[in-house]
T-cell receptor
């Protein structure tokens, strides 16, 4: 079964508008970490934001915020004031504790295109 | 500060030829190391990961192998490449622990012809 689901293969947003990229996850473990990465056309993977399952507040990093709804098992990425440089693939990922060495499980990604 | 080096950046290899991709990490010790493959426009597929020297976990049975001869060195190999091995290969490292994500290398774009 898919552990990370990103239901939007592609999204368009107007420059300077906000956009929400969806991510739902599946785990029975109470302790886990959620991550978002950005992959521009160059291929590099850039870490954006992290949310721990026990964090009381939604994570924020500059223009990025994570809308964490634990009961719904969703961890949507919100990008405010979109810029042309935000056009990229965005991946949601989860890490479950086990020994703390468990690999990240990635979703299939959402391609965001910012329109001028 | 920690850095990760991955090379080469691009590679074109004929079918049946061997492969060796290398990844090294600087500025940390005893990292977790990972190899991922990404087909064009697709998500990341975990190939191998290692939590220590000589310890390799394989996620996908295929004609690829991985080795970790030194603490901060991770090598992806194949004896005979297939067309289906084409893709974008990414190496990554992480600190051990739940709260830590990955730092990725710049990737190798492999085309098997």
């Amino acid at each position: 079964a898919q552990k990370i689901t990103q239901t939007q293969p592609g999204m368009f947003v107007q420059e300077k508008e906000a956009v929400t990229l969806d991510c739902t996850y599946d785990t029975s473990d109470p302790s886990y970490g959620l991550f978002w990465y950005k992959q521009p056309s160059s291929g590099e993977m850039i870490f954006l934001i992290y949310q721990g399952s026990y964090d009381q507040q939604n994570a924020t990093e500059g223009r990025y915020s994570l809308n964490f709804q634990k009961a719904r098992k969703s961890a949507n990425l919100v990008i405010s004031a979109s810029q042309l440089g935000d056009s990229a693939m965005y991946f949601c990922a989860m890490r479950e504790p086990s020994s703390g060495n468990t690999p990240l499980v990635f979703g299939k990604g959402t391609r965001l295109s910012v329109i001028a | 500060s920690q850095t990760i080096h991955q090379w080469p950046a691009t590679l074109v290899q004929p079918v049946g030829s061997p492969l060796s991709l290398e990844c090294t990490v600087e500025g940390t010790s005893n990292p977790n190391l990972y190899w991922y493959r990404q087909a064009a426009g697709r998500g990341l597929q975990l190939l191998f990961y290692s939590v220590g020297i000589g310890q390799i976990s394989s996620e996908v049975p295929q004609n690829l192998s991985a080795s970790r001869p030194q603490d901060r060195q991770f090598i992806l190999s194949s004896k005979k490449l297939l067309l289906s091995d084409s893709g974008f290969y990414l190496c990554a490292w992480s600190v051990k622990g739940l709260n830590y994500g990955y730092t990725f290398g710049s990737g190798t774009r492999l085309t098997v012809v």
